[in-house]
């Protein structure tokens, strides 16, 4: 497998873990591990998390880096969810040779754990309603009350737990919670609920079990139990941090985990929430967990983004203790740089306008040398037909070009890629419409690219495909899903209706070079002058489709733009 971190970086996390080994901390271990609850796919966020956790790891000499999936809600979980997150933890490059845990296995540890911290005096058998130990809770302003069923005995709480365990209570009747400080400023810390009652199947364990472990309560214990020396999470657990270290510590836990916290990642027009994700599927609004338009790693993959992309992006916004947001414009950026490497260059027609060229033999196809990718030497070049019609793009012809346009306009002469120049004579329209529906040219056969007899220059060099060759497809171009950053709105606010209506826009009726027709799924390609592309699942042997990854810059769009906004 190809070394995911070529190049070791450097941040507060990573200074704080080669401090610890120096000192000896921990033996000198380092033992990470990326914790996903399987309630999910996967996105762009975690992709972060994971090039942290498995790159810390593998720079360390003997490091670990645990794949455990925290599954202490039955009702959420699914093992599909499971397969995917594995399947996009390997895609991103990683792998965590053997060390794969599920919390579900430490059921009945994380129970004895919990009937340690009952007979210590720690944990006791509450039972309010939910709505009572909300009002109990208190504020961010005001202390929280104690509940009255704080004083139960040491017998009757275990007594209790036990027959919780058992079923002989319905889902809300109790709940086991920690004691620790109703008054305390950190709500976290008031009396935070351990254990609910919840006749649900698990996934894994079936009815084994009625009552879960909270997250926070299993989790940092999970930890504890693989040996975990840094555990290292987002930054809106780090409030939770007193809570994690009261409950290994209370538990006589064997092992003392090192929680430390970083800034998530924000992506500017981006549903970077899993709940939120989550709904956008459920409610159909968009096409799957794999729909290009989110930024879900599976979603990333069909439209066109390679892993190693994704890992540099992630190496270059680093590891930061304040949240910010980054611009979506730099991921953009990332999968440009390398696709522009690896990608073959081909010619297709996204909006066809029909080119007869009338002085070019009728009958007669020429093979024009063409180069698959300029920044690859290797990459060698391929053979494209060329004949008398010819497809090019509607936006390649102006009948009454503005200024600065320098493509094809009648009495001009452009170049057509790897073959001629051509010059137009003619517009032809439909009488009814008026819409252009055909040019009329002539080329100029001393002027063949790349021939010693090549010598007259033009402003302008434009693509095209031969109409007798080319090969129909439909091409999804894709836009923000959202028309304003989430982070703008009021909490209150229904966020669907921030759904851009023009986010996917299906082009049906395109042409391709005859050499994509056997193009398989996921094939990469860079349309030449419009953007990068890759093969979509949804193709056939009757049709391709291609997923526009992102655009290349064009310079008279910027300029065109300009001009109409001054």
Not at 6 to 34: E, L, M, Q
Not at 70 to 79: K, Q, R, Y
Not at 400 to 416: N, S, Y
Not at 436 to 452: A, F, Q, W
Request: aromatic fraction near 10%; proline fraction near 7%.
């Amino acid at each position: 497998m190809t070394d995911p971190n070529p190049t070791v970086p450097s941040d507060f996390i990573r200074d704080i873990v080669a401090a610890d080994c120096a000192a000896g901390k921990h033996n000198g271990r380092v033992v990470t591990r990326f914790p996903p609850e399987p309630n999910g796919y996967l996105h762009i966020g975690h992709a972060k998390s994971i090039c942290l956790n498995f790159g810390i790891a593998k720079e360390n000499p003997g490091g670990i880096c645990h794949l455990r999936f925290d599954d202490t809600n039955p009702t959420t979980e699914d093992p599909e969810y499971v397969e995917a997150i594995q399947d996009d933890v390997h895609w991103l490059g990683f792998d965590w040779q053997g060390k794969k845990f599920f919390a579900s296995d430490y059921f009945e540890q994380l129970y004895s754990f919990a009937v340690v911290l009952i007979q210590k005096g720690k944990a006791y058998v509450d039972s309010l309603t939910a709505e009572q130990m909300r009002e109990y809770r208190g504020t961010l302003t005001e202390p929280g009350r104690n509940s009255p069923f704080r004083a139960r005995s040491i017998e009757e709480n275990f007594d209790l737990f036990r027959r919780m365990r058992a079923g002989e209570f319905p889902d809300g009747a109790h709940v086991l919670r920690a004691k620790i400080d109703m008054g305390s400023p950190n709500i976290n810390l008031r009396d935070p609920v351990l254990y609910r009652i919840r006749h649900a199947a698990h996934y894994r364990t079936g009815t084994e079990w009625c009552i879960y472990p909270a997250y926070d309560y299993a989790h940092p214990l999970s930890d504890a139990i693989e040996g975990i020396t840094h555990s290292i999470c987002t930054l809106e657990f780090e409030d939770h941090r007193p809570l994690y270290d009261w409950v290994v510590a209370e538990t006589d836990a064997p092992h003392r985990p090192q929680q430390i916290e970083f800034a998530r990642l924000n992506l500017t027009f981006a549903v970077m929430s899993k709940r939120k994700l989550l709904e956008l599927v459920d409610k159909k609004l968009v096409a799957g967990w794999d729909d290009p338009r989110i930024p879900t790693i599976k979603g990333l993959r069909r439209r066109g983004y390679t892993a190693e992309a994704i890992r540099a992006f992630c190496e270059h916004i680093g590891v930061a203790k304040r949240d910010a947001v980054v611009e979506m414009q730099l991921l953009e950026y990332f999968i440009r740089e390398d696709l522009n490497k690896r990608s073959p260059r081909v010619m297709a027609v996204l909006n066809p306008l029909k080119v007869v060229i009338e002085n070019y033999p009728e009958g007669t196809v020429e093979e024009m040398e063409a180069v698959n990718n300029p920044e690859d030497p290797s990459a060698g070049t391929r053979r494209v037909p060329f004949s008398r019609v010819l497809y090019i793009e509607q936006d390649d012809f102006r009948e009454d070009p503005p200024k600065q346009f320098f493509r094809l306009a009648p009495g001009r002469e452009v170049r057509l890629r790897y073959a001629y120049i051509v010059k137009c004579t003619g517009v032809v329209k439909d009488p009814q419409t008026g819409t252009i529906t055909e040019l009329r040219c002539t080329y100029d056969p001393d002027t063949k690219s790349g021939s010693s007899q090549e010598q007259r220059k033009v402003k302008a060099t434009i693509h095209w495909v031969s109409a007798a060759h080319a090969v129909p497809a439909e091409v999804r171009l894709y836009n923000p899903l959202l028309t304003t950053d989430l982070a703008k709105i009021p909490p209150d606010q229904d966020w669907t209706q921030l759904l851009n209506p023009q986010s996917l826009e299906r082009l049906t009726g395109c042409l391709v070079e005859p050499g994509l027709k056997q193009a398989p799924v996921g094939a990469r390609f860079q349309f030449e002058r419009t953007g990068y592309f890759c093969v979509d699942p949804d193709s056939t042997q009757t049709g391709l489709v291609f997923n526009r990854t992102v655009s290349l810059k064009d310079a008279w769009a910027k300029i065109e733009k300009a001009q109409k906004t001054s």
